[in-house]
């Protein structure tokens, strides 16, 4: 369950109101890197992780909770930085202090138009956030359903992503921003960032084996070739040459691709090159680890009655003795 605590996690201040910047901050109210973003991503991804990985779905639904926290943080500066909006839109029967800088048509336009303020703020909310981003584009689903992908080693990649990408947009917003104490509240939720990337990435590491990520170890073929797909200059480094950082494989750079290709019926008749790993070895990796992972799931979670609450299950299990049932 959810409760609600009615302090912020951060004592979010502004020393005067900037409509113009609490348009640039809605990015991280309902764009796709922001905060109501985050929350739903890892609150998805806790559902698939419970059996198997309670301790993950504890760390999930954590930060979850405390994006929401940090959404209400954001939300609350944009209404602080929108102040007098809401009270000037209210004077329906005469012209607001707000309009009367805009003496003309043409000075209104411009105004939406230099986006020195959402123009949903003023039309649609009233002076309050909007579930947009700073282009007034709505909040979608799309932001995060391609993160939801039922495998933590994939997941807590894309959160470790997600993580980076709202760190920096708070970087940038600290540079459109003078007001000390709107810098403070920033320079919080960006530091948060960087907590939960290290969580994410403890996490990750925790689970052995993790890369590559699912369950299937890729093709030994293929694995370490790197395709030089343009002409001029050619530039090497790690990424081309040496071994590569999970595998250990030597990378084969293939100067000439199309040549590679036709030589190889298109890479079907290619053979292992550089590495240790045979198609016999990868096959068996993938049917021991398939077993291991299935099992874990079906283990943890067997077919038959189900009861999600903790405290549920364990009363539930002390009824159930005299019976014979347990529930997992």
């Known amino acids: 369950m959810f409760y609600h605590v009615k302090e912020l996690q951060f004592n979010a201040r502004v020393s005067k109101p900037d409509p113009a910047f609490a348009t640039l901050l809605l990015e991280q109210f309902g764009g796709a890197n922001g905060e109501l973003a985050a929350a739903l991503r890892y609150f998805g991804q806790a559902f698939a992780a419970r059996n198997p990985f309670p301790d993950k779905y504890d760390m999930l639904m954590d930060i979850a909770t405390e994006e929401f926290s940090h959404l209400e943080i954001v939300g609350a500066t944009?209404?602080?930085?929108?102040?007098?909006?809401?009270?000037?839109?209210?004077?329906?029967?005469?012209?607001?202090?707000?309009?009367?800088?805009?003496?003309?048509?043409?000075?209104?336009?411009?105004?939406?138009?230099?986006?020195m303020v959402a123009p949903q703020v003023l039309v649609s909310t009233g002076g309050g956030p909007a579930y947009t981003n700073s282009q007034g584009v709505p909040w979608?689903?799309?932001?995060?359903?391609?993160?939801?992908?039922?495998?933590?080693?994939?997941?807590?990649?894309?959160?470790?992503?997600?993580?980076?990408?709202?760190?920096?947009?708070?970087?940038?917003?600290?540079?459109?921003?003078?007001?000390?104490?709107?810098?403070?509240?920033?320079?919080?939720?960006?530091?948060?960032e960087v907590a939960h990337f290290q969580m994410f990435e403890a996490a990750l590491n925790s689970i052995q084996p993790n890369f590559p990520p699912g369950v299937l170890q890729s093709d030994p073929?293929?694995?370490?070739?790197?395709?030089?797909?343009?002409?001029?200059?050619?530039?090497?480094?790690?990424?081309?040459?040496?071994?590569?950082?999970?595998?250990?494989?030597?990378?084969?750079?293939?100067?000439?691709?199309?040549?590679?290709v036709l030589k190889t019926n298109g890479l079907v008749n290619a053979e292992p090159t550089g590495t240790a790993r045979t198609i016999k070895g990868v096959s068996?990796?993938?049917?021991?680890?398939?077993?291991?992972?299935?099992?874990?799931?079906?283990?943890?979670?067997?077919?038959?009655?189900?009861?999600?609450?903790?405290?549920?299950?364990?009363?539930?299990?002390?009824?159930?003795l005299g019976e014979g049932k347990t529930f997992l």
């Open 221 to 260: 073929r293929y694995s370490n070739l790197y395709f030089n797909m343009s002409s001029g200059a050619d530039i090497r480094g790690p990424w081309n040459e040496g071994e590569s950082t999970q595998l250990g494989e030597t990378w084969q750079f293939i100067d000439d691709p199309i040549s590679h």
């Open 284 to 320: 068996d990796i993938d049917y021991a680890l398939s077993m291991q992972r299935s099992e874990e799931v079906n283990v943890a979670t067997p077919i038959g009655e189900q009861v999600w609450s903790q405290q549920a299950k364990e009363m539930q299990n002390i009824s159930k």
């Open 78 to 115: 944009i209404q602080m930085l929108l102040q007098g909006i809401n009270g000037d839109l209210k004077k329906a029967a005469d012209e607001s202090e707000i309009m009367s800088l805009l003496n003309g048509k043409q000075a209104r336009e411009e105004f939406i138009h230099k986006s």
């Open 140 to 192: 979608s689903a799309a932001y995060i359903n391609g993160d939801c992908n039922g495998d933590l080693t994939v997941d807590l990649r894309s959160d470790i992503a997600a993580e980076s990408r709202a760190k920096i947009t708070y970087e940038y917003l600290l540079q459109f921003t003078d007001d000390p104490y709107v810098k403070e509240t920033l320079n919080f939720l960006m530091t948060r």
